[in-house]
C-alpha cells in the first residue's frame, strides 16, 4: 500500500486546513488508518486515528475539539480538517495505515505498517 499525503501549508493561528491521504489500493475492513505529526527534535506523535471494522474515531487530547479525521473509501482517501490551529500543531503530518490494530494501541506508532511521506504544516501566530 503507498499513501500519498497532501493539503499542508502556512496559515495564521485560527485557521484551518485540511489535509488528505490517498492509497494506491483500498484497504481491507481490517485496516486502521491514521493521522501522526512530528516536530524537530520529537519523535513521532499520535493524532488521529479512525479504527478498523467500527469506524470509531479517537483523539490525542490535544486536538480533541478542533481536528475531525474522516474517510471516504469510495475515494480510497483519508481526510484530517484541523480547525482552530494553533502554532504548537506545526509539524509534519503523516498518514499511516496498519492491520488488526486493537482500539487501545490506535496511539502506537509501532502498530502501522505502511506511512505516507508527509505534508508540511506551518502555523504563524
Known amino acids: 500500500v503507498q499513501l500519498q499525503a497532501s493539503g499542508g501549508g502556512t496559515v495564521q493561528a485560527g485557521d484551518s486546513l485540511r489535509l488528505a491521504c490517498v492509497a494506491s489500493?483500498?484497504?481491507?475492513?481490517?485496516?486502521?488508518m491514521a493521522w501522526f505529526r512530528r516536530t524537530p527534535g520529537k519523535e513521532r506523535e499520535f493524532v488521529a486515528a479512525?479504527?478498523?471494522?467500527?469506524?470509531?474515531?479517537s483523539y490525542a487530547d490535544s486536538v480533541k475539539g478542533r481536528f475531525t479525521i474522516s474517510r471516504d473509501n469510495a475515494k480510497k482517501t483519508l481526510y484530517l480538517q484541523m480547525d482552530s490551529l494553533q502554532p504548537e500543531d506545526a509539524a509534519v503530518y503523516y498518514c499511516?495505515?496498519?492491520?488488526?490494530?486493537?482500539?487501545?494501541?490506535?496511539?502506537?506508532?509501532?502498530?502501522?505498517?505502511?506511512w505516507g511521506q508527509g505534508t508540511q504544516v506551518t502555523v504563524s501566530s
Open positions: 499511516a495505515t496498519g492491520n488488526r490494530i486493537i482500539y487501545s494501541e490506535l496511539y502506537n506508532r509501532n502498530q502501522y505498517d505502511y
Open positions: 489500493e483500498r484497504p481491507g475492513s481490517s485496516w486502521t
Open positions: 479512525i479504527h478498523r471494522n467500527s469506524g470509531r474515531p
